[in-house]
């Protein structure tokens, strides 16, 4: 199915974009990592990439024209196909999330609090924490890649930032010299508080800090001039060591973090030098075995003897916090209600091993749920919905999600238009989709539009268990292991291979009897798979 491309937000103030020039034209091929356009905004001019493969079919905004922040700007498919429907403010305003204009409203704060001096007044820019995720509220800062009195270009990557997603890049957006950090790696900041300073080299920031209204950033400039001293025992010191700076990916910084490799020793393989995951893991001199040592000396501090009382604080990524906080709100707020059902498997496990006889990608038993689910979906429409408050919101299109666990805590990558894709597709794009988030690369068009989530617990022998609602849906389907179940045939017994599931409902806008049907149908799809291929 067609992807739908919009304005990005780009900058923490950006309320527009103006298409500078298109790098495709209509009907080009293109692929996910392409950069389609190249658009200013009100603080530089950056690339605009698409994130999905096919045909470019249709361009929304022309050059020199100005588009607003989450208006549709092109459109991505397969040749031929019809996207009439796609264009305009109706279903595909539904299915995109809205947050991205989040920020906007904390941006009048500063200007509410009549600073005495403003950053224009100075010549300096003024880098606040971005909206790096639709669910985002607050990023970690995992390393500062610059220290103050650094020479920082308008695309330099200053800092690698922890969000409830991922960890991503921040960009300055200015040339300058980094005149002050607010927020020291490890530390948190909230959307839209202030993180850093770029000026020219030798401006006078204490006024603007205090007008900023923000005590902890009006002592940072002390602090910062004391950070030469304390540079070597932070992760980005040895990329101050080389030319000014060690070009690599925030993948590749956090594995040399955690393998104790010197960044300054690997040889980068990606476009410019730039050090990727692959450079580490392929990194074989004797940095990694050095820090074996300290883990040793450290290990004898954790063994607990007998009677010997002890516990471990782990403190809270982004991550964990946000899945606490959604997840609480969803559990003390929506309703729930569970429905249980078992599923005969006999022929789902027949049909899966003819399939992947032909498949191009093995298919799994979560490949074929989602594609059930899809189905089962589009004839109940009332699961494929959205408790919104004062109204319920009923969509038209089918979006997966599919929950995966990592070390950092659970995320929910989304199959879009689940019910127009075939069982090899979806087996396809879904091994895509976890990889991404294994590898830390999975981006918010890659995690965000969910009207219908699938928690898989079978294949860690788990009979049954309930999920709780992943917001925004309605129902999430908690699935259990595929058993062996000894049962009555003919005039003897024989056994069969059952499965059990429980589907979690919002009460409030899914009734029970809408939920059983829904059940029972996707029952009858998993039992007879023949009929998800006609």
């Not at 950069?35 to 905004?61: F, P, R």
């Not at 305009?88 to 920020?103: H, L, V, W």
């Not at 800062?141 to 020479?151: E, S």
């Not at 104790?260 to 450079?279: F, H, T």
Request: aromatic share 4%; charged share 20%; glycine share 8%.
């Amino acid at each position: 199915m067609a992807e739908v491309i919009r304005m990005p937000l780009l900058s923490d103030t950006m309320t527009e974009g103006k298409i500078v020039k298109w790098n495709k034209s209509v009907g080009d091929s293109v692929k996910s990592d392409d950069v389609l356009a190249d658009v200013e905004t009100d603080k530089a001019t950056m690339e605009v990439v698409g994130y999905a493969d096919g045909t470019l079919l249709y361009i929304g905004v022309k050059e020199g024209d100005a588009a607003k922040i989450n208006e549709i700007i092109a459109i991505v498919g397969k040749p031929g196909e019809d996207i009439q429907g796609l264009i305009g403010s109706g279903s595909p305003a539904a299915s995109s999330p809205a947050p991205a204009a989040a920020p906007a409203p904390a941006a009048p704060a500063p200007a509410s609090t009549a600073p005495s001096v403003t950053p224009e007044q100075l010549g300096v820019t003024v880098i606040r924490m971005p909206l790096l995720s639709d669910t985002m509220t607050s990023g970690k800062i995992v390393q500062w890649n610059k220290k103050v009195g650094d020479t920082v270009k308008a695309d330099d990557n200053l800092a690698d930032v922890e969000t409830d997603k991922a960890t991503m890049e921040v960009v300055g957006y200015a040339d300058g010299t980094l005149l002050h950090i607010g927020v020291p790696d490890g530390e948190s900041a909230k959307i839209n508080d202030v993180i850093a300073i770029i000026g020219k080299a030798g401006t006078d920031i204490s006024g603007l800090l205090a007008s900023l209204g923000n005590p902890a950033a009006t002592a940072a400039p002390a602090t910062a001039q004391s950070a030469p001293a304390a540079a070597p025992v932070t992760v980005a010191a040895p990329a101050q060591q080389t030319d000014g700076r060690i070009k690599a990916s925030p993948l590749a910084k956090m594995l040399a973090k955690d393998k104790g490799i010197d960044l300054g020793q690997v040889a980068g393989s990606g476009d410019g030098g730039r050090i990727i995951r692959k450079d580490v893991d392929n990194f074989t001199a004797a940095a990694p075995v050095s820090a074996q040592p300290a883990a040793q000396v450290a290990a004898p501090a954790r063994t607990i003897t007998t009677g010997q009382e002890g516990f471990v604080d782990t403190q809270l990524t982004s991550m964990r916090k946000t899945i606490a906080r959604r997840l609480g709100e969803s559990m003390f707020t929506a309703p729930h209600f569970y429905l249980k059902m078992d599923i005969c498997m006999d022929n789902a496990i027949k049909a899966r091993a003819q399939m992947n006889e032909v498949s191009p990608t093995k298919i799994s038993f979560q490949d074929m749920l989602i594609k059930a689910s899809a189905l089962a979906l589009k004839k109940h429409p009332a699961v494929n919905s959205s408790w919104m408050g004062d109204f319920i919101r009923t969509y038209d299109h089918v979006h997966i999600g599919s929950a995966i666990a990592l070390p950092e805590g659970l995320i929910v990558p989304v199959l879009r238009f689940a019910d127009h894709k075939s069982l090899s597709q979806i087996a396809l794009e879904s091994k895509e989709l976890y990889d991404k988030a294994r590898n830390k690369k999975i981006q918010p068009a890659d995690f965000t539009g969910n009207t219908f989530t699938i928690s898989n617990l079978g294949m860690m022998d788990i009979d049954e268990f309930t999920a709780i609602i992943n917001p925004p849906d309605s129902c999430i389907l908690a699935v259990g292991k595929i058993r062996e179940v000894v049962i009555k045939k003919g005039d003897g017994f024989g056994t069969t291979q059952m499965m059990k599931l429980t589907l979690s409902c919002d009460h409030r806008s899914v009734d029970g009897a809408v939920g059983a049907s829904f059940l029972q149908t996707l029952k009858k799809y998993m039992e007879n798979p023949v009929t998800m291929l006609v």
